[in-house]
């Protein structure tokens, strides 16, 4: 069953100048991103630094406002919904931010970061507050006394745990996680993903995983969704991304991973230039001025590739990748399910 339905995601920051201060352009730093989130599922979320990533998951919980586009939860439009109503929805909708450090505030105590979720939506008060705070930090992993401690009295996997059980402390259905790990060391990064898992299965939470480690996605992610400038140009079940990439961003991507062995021989594919400016995308697709893809043409830099059906439960923004040539109907036999309504599946041809 969806949980998560998001429909044509925009987020653009305005460009002012001049000394009226006038719009002269905008940042896209979210472009046109549709996906969808079942329950219990978790559905990463990867690209380089400045892809829109972390934008995309804030304007989802309406952190920051969206442009445009369409966010349903549970059935509920979150962009309708005015204050209240939308505080109230946040319960079922959490965080857990990138940074261990600044994300909790250094003059509360633990207990109280983790019971101040509790208090503004009343679901416990006084000892009953208190012994749920002592259950969520004995759940990630940490013990009842810490309550009483400060933030700098803890290392980054700790802090990261606080911040996990404050997440969970209102009962949520879905948690973005905004780079859990990327602060944290290669050990603790284990102990933080192991935990995230042990909670999902406890908890039958739904995880929005935003990563750039795509070895760390591997292992937590059902599906994989790969975003280059402010797109979404791959997105597949993580097994099948990870065998057989389509897009050629995606395939470089995978090509950087470290393997754990000083003998294996792998063909890394580097990348000309930099990330374009999202102020000034490129026209086409946006990954064309540095795209590998041998059959590049002009027509790359003309036309913008729809994200399309091209094997079973596998879409590609990449006009050079031909689609399957099974139906829509035969797909559906052999167990694909229905893309987003914006993507229209490729049909067989005479």
Same mark, same amino acid.
């Given at each position: 069953?969806?949980?998560?339905?998001?429909? @044509?995601?925009?987020?653009?920051?305005?460009?002012?100048?001049?000394?009226?201060?006038?719009?002269?352009?905008?940042?896209?730093?979210? @472009?046109?991103?549709?996906?969808?989130?079942? +329950?219990?599922?978790?559905?990463?979320?990867?690209?380089?630094?400045?892809?829109? !990533?972390?934008?995309?998951?804030?304007?989802?919980?309406?952190?920051?406002?969206?442009?445009?586009?369409?966010?349903?939860?549970?059935?509920?439009?979150?962009?309708?919904?005015?204050?209240?109503?939308?505080?109230?929805?946040? *319960?079922?909708? +959490?965080?857990?931010? /990138?940074?261990?450090?600044?994300?909790?505030?250094?003059?509360?105590?633990?207990?109280?970061?983790?019971?101040?979720?509790?208090?503004?939506?009343?679901?416990?008060?006084?000892?009953?507050?208190?012994?749920?705070?002592?259950?969520?930090?004995?759940?990630?992993?940490?013990?009842?006394?810490?309550?009483? *401690?400060?933030?700098?009295?803890?290392?980054?996997?700790?802090?990261? *745990?606080?911040?996990?059980?404050?997440?969970?402390?209102?009962?949520?259905?879905?948690?973005?996680?905004?780079?859990?790990?990327?602060?944290?060391?290669?050990?603790?990064?284990? /102990?933080?993903?192991?935990?995230? /898992?042990?909670?999902?299965?406890?908890?039958?939470?739904?995880?929005?995983?935003?990563?750039?480690?795509?070895?760390?996605?591997?292992?937590?992610? @059902?599906?994989?969704?790969?975003?280059?400038?402010?797109?979404?140009?791959?997105?597949?079940?993580?097994?099948?991304?990870?065998?057989?990439?389509?897009?050629?961003?995606?395939?470089?991507?995978?090509?950087?991973?470290?393997?754990? @062995?000083?003998?294996? !021989?792998?063909?890394?594919?580097?990348? *000309?230039?930099?990330?374009?400016?999202?102020?000034?995308?490129?026209?086409?697709?946006?990954?064309?001025?540095?795209?590998?893809?041998?059959?590049?043409?002009?027509?790359?830099?003309?036309?913008?590739?729809?994200?399309?059906? !091209?094997?079973?439960?596998?879409?590609?923004?990449?006009?050079? +990748?031909?689609?399957?040539?099974?139906?829509?109907?035969? /797909?559906?036999?052999?167990?694909?399910?229905?893309?987003?309504?914006?993507?229209?599946?490729?049909?067989?041809?005479?």
């Amino acid at each position: 069953m969806t949980l998560l339905s998001v429909r @044509d995601l925009t987020k653009h920051f305005p460009i002012t100048g001049g000394v009226m201060r006038r719009v002269i352009g905008a940042v896209r730093a979210v @472009d046109g991103i549709s996906f969808d989130v079942a +329950q219990g599922e978790t559905l990463g979320l990867v690209g380089e630094s400045g892809c829109g !990533k972390t934008t995309a998951g804030r304007a989802i919980l309406r952190l920051i406002e969206p442009t445009s586009g369409e966010i349903f939860f549970d059935g509920t439009d979150v962009r309708a919904l005015a204050k209240e109503p939308l505080r109230k929805l946040r *319960r079922k909708m +959490q965080i857990v931010f /990138q940074d261990p450090f600044s994300s909790l505030n250094p003059r509360m105590t633990v207990g109280a970061s983790v019971r101040e979720g509790l208090t503004i939506h009343k679901l416990a008060e006084g000892s009953a507050a208190d012994a749920r705070v002592r259950q969520l930090l004995e759940e990630v992993g940490l013990r009842a006394e810490h309550a009483t *401690r400060y933030p700098h009295e803890f290392s980054g996997g700790q802090r990261q *745990r606080v911040g996990i059980a404050r997440a969970l402390a209102v009962e949520p259905k879905f948690i973005v996680c905004d780079e859990p790990v990327s602060a944290l060391d290669v050990s603790v990064q284990a /102990q933080v993903i192991n935990l995230l /898992q042990d909670l999902q299965r406890a908890h039958g939470l739904a995880y929005l995983f935003i990563a750039h480690d795509l070895s760390v996605v591997e292992h937590i992610a @059902d599906r994989v969704a790969v975003m280059y400038l402010g797109r979404i140009v791959e997105l597949a079940r993580a097994d099948e991304l990870y065998a057989m990439p389509l897009m050629p961003y995606t395939q470089a991507l995978l090509s950087a991973i470290p393997v754990p @062995d000083p003998d294996a !021989k792998r063909e890394r594919i580097v990348l *000309r230039g930099d990330v374009p400016s999202p102020a000034n995308p490129p026209s086409g697709c946006p990954f064309h001025p540095r795209c590998q893809h041998p059959q590049k043409d002009a027509a790359c830099s003309a036309i913008v590739p729809p994200l399309e059906l !091209k094997e079973p439960n596998h879409w590609a923004a990449c006009i050079k +990748q031909l689609p399957t040539r099974i139906s829509w109907e035969e /797909q559906q036999s052999a167990g694909a399910t229905r893309p987003p309504e914006r993507i229209v599946p490729v049909r067989a041809t005479a």
